[in-house]
């Protein structure tokens, strides 16, 4: 007699939980699994920050333009989708750090910041003599503690002196993140330069002996591709080919989780409209503020309310090509926190990312906010761009206004994964297994906040829930 079927309701229909409701129906359906899968999102659509805006021939990313080229599962999702013809890659060009209102050349051969070269790092004018020679105590001073967290601030302050920190690290680093390095986790969000310096001691020379060799003269044409990602199409349009693969019963959009409990056999989800769906297992691929008010009834989750979030806005400007007297050749800035500008970074979208933008147009995307300077994300639309506007006309001569501009916040929602971020997720996570089995968190407040993260704790989701699926039912259960 063939057992009953379990249910996995899926909470949040980003892109971490879109992952897992495709590739766990994609095994259910190879497998004959007796499994039922619900994936329900707050909002009235899929995708959570893969926002993109079609308007006069531009394509335009609200959210993330891109992924790493060499984080796989991004590609391979974009395979099982039939997205693989759409992926294209970044063009390459100089890259800048803004500071004292002069952009200075990303000098050549740093790695995130990092100096791997001699030549540009001692001809570069990002750093005072003094500021150089501090970064060469990096050649001699011990390692880190083995094993102890600390913060990303403290661990390059370190090793390299402040002003390679607030002038070239910090722009680069606290971007990804929007977050302060003095606060934000070495172990959570770049373990592999704890891994270079305990294995080297020097981060310079470790980073130096770990990066790929320069290509030759003759491969000079392979410059041109570059390190990322995206859809031709648009980043949402990949987030519609993975819906498209669904069974369009199992998503409930327009619908909230309020709070989850468990039964004597099994979990009780409670929408915003008074309905309770019963369940088997949970992904909860949330943001870490909602998956802690779903499961407020369990006091482990309580950690999670103290995880600060920042607020960010992007800006993109639409200009007509010659509206740009000053051209700048390179893809794109980052602002140094020395410097009195309220951006903190500027991507040159036309040039970065060629299919974006009609010919004889230019589209700048611009970011504001960040920890400690979040105000701006809550101010009128107008008066962000004013402000956009003149920090941009101090680096490059824009003599017309942009054609069209749309600005983008997102308020509370870049996850900052402070000092201790693994060890408290740990012990969330021992406390599930105990007092919660078949409840699995996916998303960018866990394990990372990238797409192919995200991706990533998707897959793995689906690995536990087919773990914990297999310890339950009777192998005559599966045909």
């Known amino acids: 007699m063939a057992e009953a079927k379990r249910k996995v309701v899926i909470v949040g229909g980003g892109i971490a939980g879109l992952t897992s409701a495709f590739y766990l129906q994609k095994t259910m359906q190879e497998q004959n699994l007796p499994i039922e899968i619900q994936l329900i999102e707050s909002s009235h659509r899929l995708g959570g920050k893969l926002q993109t805006v079609k308007r006069d021939g531009y394509t335009i990313e609200r959210g993330p333009d891109s ?19 759409q992926l294209v890659p970044n063009s390459t060009g100089k890259s800048y750090v803004l500071l004292n209102e002069t952009l200075h050349p990303m000098p050549g051969g740093s790695i995130m910041g990092i100096p791997t070269e001699i030549g540009p790092f001692i001809t570069t004018g990002l750093f005072s003599i003094p500021g150089k020679l501090r970064a060469t105590a990096d050649f001699i001073l011990p390692r880190s503690e083995s094993g102890k967290d600390q913060s990303l601030g403290q661990f ?104 989850i409990q468990k039964s004597i056999h099994d979990y009780e989800v409670l929408l915003n409209n008074g309905e309770l769906i019963k369940a088997d297992m949970i992904i909860a691929a949330t943001p870490h503020q909602t998956t802690q008010s779903m499961f407020s009834d369990y006091r482990f989750f309580d950690p999670l309310k103290s995880v600060p979030s920042t607020s960010v806005a992007t800006v993109s400007l639409a200009f007509p090509e010659e509206a740009i007297k000053t051209d700048i050749n390179g893809t794109g800035f980052v ?41 701006i994300v809550d101010l009128s639309d107008d008066q962000i761009i004013k402000i956009v506007l003149e920090d941009l006309k101090k680096t490059m001569d824009i003599t017309m206004n942009p054609d069209f501009s749309i600005v983008t916040r997102w308020k509370n929602s870049i996850p900052q994964y402070i000092v201790g971020h693994k060890q408290r997720l740990a012990l969330i996570q021992e406390q599930i297994q105990k007092e919660l089995p078949g409840v699995f968190l996916a998303g960018a407040s866990y394990g990372g906040v990238g797409i192919p993260d995200c991706i990533d704790q998707g897959e793995a989701a689906v690995q536990r829930v087919l773990e914990y699926l297999k310890s339950t039912i009777s192998p005559e259960a599966v045909q």
């Open 156 to 259: 390059f302050r370190r090793r390299l002196g402040d002003e390679v920190v607030e002038n070239l690290i910090e722009p680069l680093l606290s971007g990804i993140y929007a977050g302060d390095i003095d606060q934000l986790s070495l172990m959570s969000t770049f373990p592999q330069f704890y891994e270079v310096e305990q294995k080297y001691r020097s981060l310079i020379l470790g980073m130096k002996k770990m990066s790929p060799a320069q290509p030759k003269q003759k491969d000079v044409k392979d410059k041109k591709k570059g390190g990322f990602l995206t859809f031709k199409s648009g980043l949402q349009s990949f987030v519609e080919a993975i819906e498209s693969k669904l069974n369009p019963n199992m998503i409930l959009k327009g619908h909230r989780v309020e709070k």
């Open 335 to 375: 602002v140094s926190r020395n410097s009195d500008y309220s951006i903190s970074a500027c991507t040159w979208t036309h040039k970065k990312w060629a299919h974006s933008t009609p010919k004889g147009k230019a589209l700048l995307r611009v970011f504001v906010g960040r920890a400690g300077d979040q105000t």
């Open 67 to 85: 992924f790493l080229a060499k984080r796989v599962s991004s590609i391979r999702l974009a395979k099982a989708v039939g997205m693989e013809d």
